[in-house]
């Protein structure tokens, strides 16, 4: 069983940025690939993120590309989520998630989150 758990998210004006965090504990990462989605109001979960278990691999939502940077450090049990250039579109709920390949993780992972919300004012 894996328990994660995010912090970093928050308001924060257009073109800012804002780095989220994901902590996890009961089992160790270095197995799993990570991962992030994000819900916005009235709009249905969509993948932003994803990183192999090694970190050598990512995947990025078109939306996000470039402006977005997943990273993790396996000693920690920490993946982040450095967000630049952020748009008001960009506002949601980010949920971390963790799954046993790059495949699982991007479409219906095994583990999630609680949420941490980022708001992007105009």
């Known amino acids: 069983q894996v328990q994660l758990v995010e912090s970093g998210g928050g308001l924060v004006q257009a073109g800012g940025s804002l780095r989220l965090s994901c902590a996890a504990s009961?089992?160790?990462?270095?197995?799993?690939?990570m991962g992030w989605f994000r819900q916005a109001p009235g709009k249905e979960r969509e993948f932003v993120a994803a990183?192999?278990?090694?970190?050598?691999?990512?995947r990025y939502a078109d939306s996000v590309k470039g402006r977005f940077t997943i990273s993790r450090d396996n000693a920690k049990n920490t993946v982040y989520l450095q967000m630049n250039a952020l748009k008001v579109e960009d506002t949601a709920v980010y949920y971390c998630?963790?799954?046993?390949?790059?495949?699982?993780?991007?479409?219906?992972?095994?583990?999630w989150g609680q949420g941490t919300q980022v708001t992007v004012s105009s």
């Open positions: 998630n963790a799954g046993a390949t790059m495949l699982v993780v991007t479409t219906s992972p095994n583990y």
């Open positions: 990183i192999s278990w090694s970190g050598g691999g990512t």
């Open positions: 009961g089992r160790t990462l270095r197995t799993y690939a």
